[in-house]
């Protein structure tokens, strides 16, 4: 299937980067994601705005996820315009240039004593 | 982005602050989230109403969540009119004046013991 | 607030209380609960109806949510007309004569090694 | 109730299997789950297909749910056309011929160091 499915624009009000972990990395890295899939013929480009509660937004950060690909983005491998800070709630918009879906998730399913969330993110319509 | 996105009215029947924790507060304090963004250009004045099983609703609870900014509120925090009770099943509901998206957590990654929910708020549409 | 929100409508794919728990009960007991909130002036006279994978639907559960109040209730709980037999996938439609809202959540926070997981049910339009 | 409800195509961007498991199977190996709920009156036939982020997708699996049933899918299970590579992401997207309800769960409650996700998965408008 090539058909583009979802939204241009997603929201993910809950965001946190532990600042500490457990066990060994990359694999054991605490981390968020937000899953991106786009399943249509065009290249997904796509802009991420980072709120936080006192200062103002950061962004654009700018990446590409490809026709018929999903893209599980960590938000601690982010770097450009600057790393977002640990131990630090913030929140997150997603906007692209083509239809995708986005799913929010913490998680480590490797170790025992890891912890899960997750969430289809909010479908802003168009 | 300065655009307004969401819905004004969300509710999350799901709640329950547990009477006890493990580890230092305030950070291993056993807590339930609701995570708001306000992405608008205007600040969003917020009342949440407290559902319990078996007494009337309590409310409003006030607060403001500024423009481009996201707060995430700790129930257990709230003070006014009362006390959210302990080992007690409730449900909110939040009306903002302006367009706000909701999500409801209940976390702590920094223990390797903890657990964690998250899910985007029912949004009511206007 | 006493204004109706939600939908009459709400099924939950996932269903399956685990045979065995650990820790005192009921508090500690291992259960599946679909968190029902009712704003509305009316009470929810509410049918649930539990699907299996191997045979035929088993219902109506009939239950009330008052005007005002929230209910969560643990599928575990329900007697009428059979008992949800434990170790097994299920699934559940909640039928509503007013509006509500369901949040579907496995839970128990006040034990370290507990495991969580909450989603706002599927709503049907009307 | 033999009234269909749900949408015909869902989409699933998260997607991981662990490539290791604690405990004996198949009860606690480490799995993720498409709960899928028919409740209408003609059976679905269902294909999904799965998407990577470095190569083409692959599938249609396909599958049936009969009238008034629940299937707890375990991707894990799937073999034809190939089975889903372990410690890879991956995300899938559910077509059914009539409406269906989609949930997306990772689970094992029986283990007190198990870790839960889940999400009603993302339902595409027709």
Tied chains: 1, 2, 3, 4.
Aim: contains cysteine; hydrophobic residues 35%; glycine residues 4%.
């Amino acid at each position: 299937m090539s058909k583009e499915i979802g939204h241009k624009i997603w929201a993910i009000p809950e965001g946190y980067i532990p600042g500490s972990s457990n066990g060994p990395e990359p694999e054991f890295l605490s981390h968020e994601t937000a899953c991106i899939l786009n399943t249509g013929k065009h290249s997904a480009n796509i802009e991420i705005t980072i709120y936080f509660s006192d200062r103002e937004p950061v962004g654009p950060y700018i990446l590409k996820v490809p026709s018929r690909r999903t893209l599980h983005l960590r938000f601690n491998e982010l770097k450009e315009p600057e790393e977002i800070p640990r131990d630090t709630d913030y929140a997150s918009v997603i906007i692209s240039d083509v239809p995708i879906v986005v799913q929010h998730s913490r998680l480590d399913s490797r170790q025992a004593e890891n912890a899960l969330l997750s969430t289809i993110a909010f479908p802003v319509n168009d």
